[in-house]
């Protein structure tokens, strides 16, 4: 099949685009490298033995997505990436998400539906459920209780999706919630690479690793946990990538929207995550406790068994493999794609 991958040179697509071409597909990504480097598909490229396509555009830009469309023939169905994801980010500038995150999505659709192209895969995240009633999360837990800007436009193109695909049975959507994806390719050529200092946990800890960062903060040591640290479910990305194949092929077979959780099913501390660092790496990781994070739920898994019974997915990487390839990469990468 030719899929359409918006934002196929970010973190999770351009691992996607590498699984796409790895299973045998055409790629046309389209990106416009706001927060990443076409350096990312080049290494894609060298890695599966042929390219994607590149377009440079955003994916808010209607002209851009009607050319991309008629240029490209038979695209079968988008995997849908292209979207901002700093939290903090998006409590300061929520226009600017609303605009990309919202507004791209919906001239996306349009002009998919122009073209009669009807199947999406789309990058949903488990900040969509806010701070959980209940662990482990299934699908049907309540969404929509979300407390950034950042999550609002994930449940509000959730809803769209869902809308759009009860509108007209010819509309097919998997809505991927991934809990927290980390670690990059075994190769050690593809990984994570944050604009200025990381805010998200494994890149923080790599950077302190490398000497770029002095230490790790733990972002508060009372909560009502194991060891007083806030618990989430690591996934390996390429285990994500491999659920987004997964998910391609069930949209042909399962007509309209469904919503399905990316997660192990396990919840790891902050401190355990540390702790495992320190023996993946054989290095002491220098961190001090300070305040709880604005925002931060203490305790979110997935329970993953819906991912299991509709597409065959499980993960099949543990967090030791999840940071010894993020280990690799920040080590044989220090300047990320800048080389
Ligand atoms: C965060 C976002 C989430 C988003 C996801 C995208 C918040 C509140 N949540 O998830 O909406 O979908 O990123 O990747 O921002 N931690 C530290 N010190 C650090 C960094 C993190 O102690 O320097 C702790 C956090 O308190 C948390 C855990 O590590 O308990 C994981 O943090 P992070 O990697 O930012 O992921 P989330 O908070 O789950």
């Known amino acids: 099949m030719k899929i359409l991958v918006?934002?196929?040179?970010?973190?999770?697509?351009?691992?996607?685009?590498?699984?796409?071409?790895?299973?045998?597909h055409e790629v046309v990504v389209l990106d416009n490298f706001s927060n990443s480097s076409p350096e990312s598909l080049k290494r894609v490229g060298e890695l599966a033995?042929?390219?994607?396509?590149?377009?440079?555009?955003?994916?808010?830009?209607?002209?851009?997505?009607?050319?991309?469309?008629?240029?490209?023939?038979?695209?079968?169905?988008?995997?849908?990436?292209?979207?901002?994801?700093?939290?903090?980010?998006?409590?300061?500038?929520?226009?600017?998400?609303?605009?990309?995150?919202?507004?791209g999505s919906i001239a996306l659709l349009e002009v998919m539906e122009e073209f009669e192209v009807r199947d999406l895969v789309f990058s949903s995240s488990c900040t969509v459920y806010g701070e959980p009633e209940t662990v482990p999360i299934k699908e049907d837990h309540r969404v929509g209780a979300v407390s950034s800007p950042y999550g609002r436009t994930k449940f509000l193109v959730e809803m769209m999706l869902k809308d759009l695909c009860l509108s007209d049975p010819r509309w097919n959507a998997a809505i991927l919630r991934y809990f927290n994806p980390v670690g990059a390719h075994a190769s050690g050529r593809l990984g994570?690479?944050?604009?200025?200092?990381?805010?998200?946990?494994?890149?923080?800890?790599?950077?302190?690793?490398?000497?770029?960062?002095?230490?790790?903060?733990?972002?508060?040591?009372?909560?009502?946990?194991?060891?007083?640290?806030?618990?989430?479910?690591?996934?390996?990305?390429?285990?994500?990538?491999?659920?987004?194949?997964k998910a391609l092929e069930k949209l042909s077979e399962r007509p309209g929207a469904f919503f399905v959780n990316l997660g192990t099913g396990r919840g790891s501390t902050v401190l355990e995550v540390?702790?495992?660092?320190?023996?993946?790496?054989?290095?002491?990781?220098?961190?001090?406790?300070?305040?709880?994070?604005?925002?931060?739920?203490?305790?979110?898994?997935?329970?993953?068994?819906?991912?299991?019974e509709l597409l065959g997915w499980s993960t099949t990487r543990d967090l030791k493999e999840m940071?010894?390839?993020?280990?690799?990469?920040?080590?044989?990468?220090?300047?990320?794609?800048d080389t």
Request: glycine share 10%.
């Open 323 to 337: 940071i010894s390839d993020a280990w690799r990469w920040q080590s044989e990468n220090p300047r990320g794609y």
């Open 49 to 103: 033995g042929r390219e994607a396509v590149l377009v440079e555009g955003d994916v808010g830009d209607r002209e851009a997505l009607t050319q991309l469309f008629d240029d490209q023939e038979q695209i079968s169905a988008v995997m849908h990436f292209a979207a901002f994801k700093a939290v903090g980010e998006s409590t300061e500038k929520p226009l600017a998400y609303y605009n990309n995150n919202v507004g």
């Open 192 to 245: 994570e690479n944050p604009l200025g200092t990381p805010e998200n946990l494994i890149p923080f800890i790599c950077q302190v690793l490398a000497g770029k960062l002095e230490k790790l903060f733990v972002f508060g040591d009372d909560y009502p946990t194991s060891d007083g640290t806030c618990i989430r479910d690591y996934l390996h990305v390429m285990d994500l990538a491999d659920a987004h194949l």
């Open 6 to 24: 918006t934002g196929g040179a970010g973190y999770i697509g351009s691992h996607a685009t590498l699984a796409l071409l790895d299973a045998g």
């Open 274 to 308: 540390v702790k495992a660092f320190e023996v993946v790496t054989g290095k002491k990781v220098p961190r001090e406790f300070a305040n709880k994070r604005p925002g931060d739920v203490v305790e979110a898994w997935a329970d993953p068994s819906l991912a299991k």
